[in-house]
């Protein structure tokens, strides 16, 4: 049957060719000349394909990098501690006031966004805060640069802060940040220190009056979609030994986790590593798994 359709095509065609001939013999022009539908001929029978898809790209969560860039220089129109955006009538003010320590004393003010998620930026650090029922929040929030810039944001009104705090290279500062639910904690342990002992820094431990080590946890962890961050701070000739804790929970058993870690200090500037470790099964619930040889620049990874 195939030759058959094959022979009939090839005969059509045959005739349509000589009938075109006769025409254009006869004088006829192309332009008076009636087109003739040619039929179409397959070999095989024809076969619908789809175009080529691409795989979709596979999602990462991505933290705010820390970018050496960001100077304050860059951002007209500020004034010396705060600026401020308004949205819909509504003023929303960021004030970042200079404290010992190089500590900034931040308070966010947004009158229409009472109980409110705020979102905290600094040197590529996300917190999240929570406004209360007059819509102000407020937060001392160890620097990681002497021109120390902050971003808060809270119901689509965005207000930006800044201040200078002349100690900041007395100070050695680390920061861990992560989402809401894995179960990180970061340590540090003096030389000779053991877990547990004087020398052992955790947000556990009391904050001590002076300027020694400790450990201060950031971000308010029953907003929705919280990010934490812990930052340990101590004196520039600090030498002690970090390490990143989790605790493996009904919540985030067999999951992956991912998390920074952001390190300031006057030598090296600000460095970051990057951490991911799929924690294991749900039938290791109550194990804790340590972290170390956090080494900045380079991303610790662990199945």
């Given at each position: 049957m195939a030759v058959l359709r094959f022979l009939a095509t090839a005969t059509a065609c045959a005739g349509a060719a000589f009938a075109i001939g006769h025409f254009m013999e006869s004088g006829v022009s192309r332009a008076s000349a009636t087109p003739v539908d040619l039929p179409q001929t397959f070999a095989d029978p024809p076969m619908l394909t789809a175009a080529a898809t691409e795989p979709a790209?596979?999602?990462?969560?991505?933290?705010?990098r820390p970018r050496l860039s960001r100077s304050p220089d860059r951002l007209p129109g500020l004034d010396t501690h705060a600026a401020a955006s308004a949205a819909d009538g509504c003023e929303s003010r960021l004030t970042a006031e200079p404290r010992p320590g190089a500590i900034a004393a931040l308070r966010f003010v947004a009158p229409c966004a009472p109980e409110a998620r705020v979102t905290l930026r600094h040197q590529g650090?996300?917190?999240?805060?929570?406004?209360?029922?007059?819509?102000?929040?407020?937060?001392?929030?160890?620097?990681?640069?002497?021109?120390?810039?902050?971003?808060?944001?809270?119901?689509?009104?965005?207000?930006?802060?800044?201040?200078?705090?002349?100690?900041?290279?007395?100070?050695?500062?680390?920061?861990?940040?992560?989402?809401?639910?894995?179960?990180?904690?970061?340590?540090?342990?003096?030389?000779g220190a053991r877990h547990g002992s004087d020398g052992h820094i955790s947000r556990a431990t009391p904050v001590a009056a002076g300027f020694g080590p400790s450990m201060v946890a950031l971000g308010h962890p029953a907003v929705p979609e919280a990010r934490l961050a812990e930052i340990y701070s101590a004196p520039a000739q600090?030498?002690?030994?970090?390490?990143?804790?989790?605790?493996?929970?009904?919540?985030?058993?067999?999951?992956?986790?991912?998390?920074?870690?952001?390190?300031?200090?006057?030598?090296?500037?600000?460095?970051?590593?990057?951490?991911?470790?799929?924690?294991?099964?749900?039938?290791?619930?109550?194990?804790?798994?340590?972290?170390?040889?956090?080494?900045?620049?380079?991303?610790?990874?662990?199945?």
């Open positions: 790209p596979v999602a990462t969560a991505v933290f705010d650090l996300t917190v999240t805060l929570l406004t209360d029922a007059q819509g102000t929040a407020g937060v001392l929030f160890p620097a990681l640069s002497r021109e120390a810039v902050f971003m808060a944001e809270a119901a689509g009104a965005t207000a930006v802060a800044r201040t200078v705090l002349p100690d900041v290279a007395q100070w050695r500062r680390v920061a861990l940040q992560w989402r809401d639910g894995d179960g990180l904690s970061l340590h540090a342990l003096a030389p600090d030498e002690a030994v970090l390490s990143v804790e989790i605790d493996v929970t009904a919540r985030n058993c067999g999951a992956a986790v991912l998390a920074e870690l952001v390190q300031a200090d006057a030598g090296r500037g600000l460095t970051s590593t990057d951490l991911e470790v799929t924690l294991p099964g749900c039938d290791a619930v109550g194990e804790l798994l340590v972290l170390q040889n956090l080494e900045p620049g380079r991303t610790l990874a662990a199945r």
